[in-house]
């Protein structure tokens, strides 16, 4: 995406106002612009935006509303809604939004328009980068979220495992980053569970394989759940529940953003993206509640729903990415329902036994407004995933606490790693709200990799 930001000693002011100093604000500004503020009853509600004439009928300033200091429930993102309100031109913050360099980083989201299918022009504005934001970083995150926000958006027809592939070696290729696929037979022998979800489908699954960096670096490896639709399988979603199930892919796609962050500012780390890309689709060859299959790692999983499927190739492709004991081993995936309802879709839950790691990831995450809560591998749980018939089950019975279970289920397959995180995003905004558009949604990717720079810049 072209760079948002732009300097021109002609930019056009933004004044953000709160109602608390509103009456201050009107104070400074002419009596003309002061009277037309008030005949347009414009009252720096949050979000309340009002465009001031000067003499020759341009525009002079614009005033935005913006929460008090004192709500609880500022939204830090809010002046990512003026892309879509600003007449064309070249603006700068004439005074501090509540966190200035988010302000910009909302600025840059609220540009973006999904335009594959109809014509959906970017918004013909740009912003002065203010004083001592990262013009380049900030960029560089707004680049990411596009990528994830495309991926998820496209629909499934044009978003296949081959196709998600293609993104991906697409990717490789521009960070010189070397670039494999498993399909086939040797997927089928080496990664049972990935071919397992993926063989009903007339679209081949596959394992993507992304390297970058200096073997001598820190290994930091990156595993994303790439189902590009999921019906179900063989227990079948409702109508209902297959409405959005373009976005399962969702982990691939953040990975993918996560890993364009990393090599875009070239942290010092051996990287490693692993993505099983599979449709779970329904056909004569589906697999069936109740077969069993021994994974990548040996461990027989009993299959005891079909819809619990993203675990299943995130565990295989977990296996792999332990066999090389990295440093830290990071998983992403559209995984449960049951975290939707504990925490809703903005907030999603991860998972590690790094007590360091948590603490680090909460405050980059509440740093980037970029949400995540901790939610525990809770140990006495394990033994719901006891199978009468194999190791363990995919899917529990009784439906108590999904998400910690399927977490506990990926556990079994990270053994040698020094370091393991498990988020359980939803990569998807339900309804519009400033800098996140309806649609497909980078979500935990900035959070980590602040954390990443962190750690390795």
Not at 297 to 307: L, M, R
Not at 369 to 375: A, H, S
């Amino acid at each position: 995406m072209p760079s948002v930001f732009e300097t021109s000693p002609t930019a056009i002011p933004i004044i953000f106002v709160t109602k608390s100093s509103w009456d201050q604000v009107a104070e400074t500004l002419p009596p003309a612009q002061r009277q037309f503020a008030t005949a347009s009853a414009f009252t720096a509600k949050p979000g309340g935006y009002l465009a001031l004439p000067a003499p020759d009928g341009t525009i002079a300033q614009v005033l935005f509303g913006l929460e008090d200091d004192s709500t609880r429930s500022r939204d830090l993102f809010r002046p990512g809604a003026l892309p879509g309100l600003l007449p064309p031109g070249i603006y700068r913050f004439a005074n501090a939004a509540h966190d200035t360099r988010l302000a910009a980083l909302a600025f840059a989201l609220g540009c973006y328009r999904f335009a594959r299918y109809r014509k959906a022009d970017r918004p013909d504005v740009r912003l002065v980068p203010p004083e001592g934001v990262d013009a380049t970083e900030i960029d560089r995150m707004a680049d990411a979220a596009m990528l994830a926000r495309d991926l998820i958006n496209t629909p499934s027809n044009d978003m296949g495992p081959e196709e998600l592939a293609a993104a991906a070696q697409d990717l490789a290729a521009e960070f010189g980053a070397s670039f494999g696929c498993t399909i086939d037979d040797e997927l089928e022998k080496h990664f049972p569970l990935i071919h397992a979800v993926g063989m009903a489908s007339s679209r081949a699954p596959r394992l993507i394989d992304i390297g970058w960096g200096d073997p001598a670096h820190p290994k930091v490896t990156l595993v994303g759940k790439g189902v590009c639709f999921d019906t179900g399988g063989l227990d079948l979603k409702p109508s209902s529940g297959m409405l959005i199930m373009k976005k399962d892919m969702g982990g691939a796609a953040n990975v993918l953003a996560l890993a364009r962050m990393v090599m875009d500012a070239k942290l010092k780390v051996r990287l490693r993206v692993l993505i099983p890309a599979v449709e779970n689709a329904v056909a004569g060859n589906a697999f069936r509640p109740l077969d069993i299959f021994t994974s990548r790692k040996g461990i027989t999983v009993e299959i005891g729903n079909t819809d619990a499927e993203g675990r299943l190739v995130l565990a295989d492709a977990l296996a792999l990415a332990d066999e090389e004991k990295p440093d830290l081993l990071i998983d992403l995936g559209t995984l449960t329902g049951a975290a939707r309802v504990a925490l809703g879709p903005d907030l999603p839950p991860f998972y590690t036994n790094d007590e360091t790691l948590a603490a680090d990831l909460s405050r980059c995450a509440v740093k980037e407004n970029d949400p995540l809560w901790r939610m525990p591998l809770w140990a006495p749980y394990d033994k719901w995933l006891d199978s009468k018939t194999a190791t363990i089950t995919n899917a529990p019975s009784g439906g108590f606490a999904g998400s910690i279970t399927c977490a506990l289920f990926l556990q079994r397959f990270v053994e040698h790693a020094d370091s393991w995180l498990h988020v359980d995003i939803y990569g998807w905004t339900p309804s519009a709200k400033p800098a996140r558009p309806e649609g497909g949604e980078c979500q935990a990717a900035r959070a980590i990799y602040t954390l990443l720079s962190e750690r390795y810049a």
